[in-house]
Nanobody, 123 residues
Framework: QVQLVESGGGLVQDGGSVTLSCAAS????????VGWFRQAPGKGREFVAG???????RYAGDSVKGRFTISRDNANAVGLHMNGLKPEDTAVYYC?????????????????WGQGTQVTVSS
């Protein structure tokens, strides 16, 4: 079991930046593939970014490629660095951990989830 807690969300202006953090307890986050997902009101959960166990492979969803970066900050934390934010990035952002060996972009592939943190981008 691993417990995940997201932090760092809030209100940011169009074009601004914010960094989210996912902190783990129970087991080291380095034992898992980690993904960030987001869900806007009335929409499904969307893959944002993912990172493999070693941190050597990173992936970003098409809508955030070139603007968002995922990183392993330490053995128990993964960050999501978001630049060039747009109003359409407004959503609840979730951290998720997977026991798989590769990064999947589907939510069903992840075993553990945080409660989410709200990011609101004002125009």
């Amino acid at each position: 079991q691993v417990q995940l807690v997201e932090s760092g969300g809030g209100l940011v202006q169009d074009g601004g930046s914010v960094t989210l953090s996912c902190a783990a307890s129970g087991r080291p986050l380095g034992n898992f593939v980690v993904g960030w997902f987001r869900q806007a009101p009335g929409k499904g959960r969307e893959f944002v970014a993912g990172i493999n166990r070693s941190g050597g492979s990173r992936y970003a969803g098409d809508s955030v490629k070139g603007r968002f970066t995922i990183s392993r900050d330490n053995a128990n934390a993964v960050g999501l660095h978001m630049n060039g934010l747009k109003p359409e990035d407004t959503a609840v952002y979730y951290c998720a951990a997977s026991i798989n060996n590769v990064v999947f972009t589907t939510a069903v592939s992840y075993n553990y989830w945080g409660q989410g943190t709200q990011v609101t981008v004002s125009s």
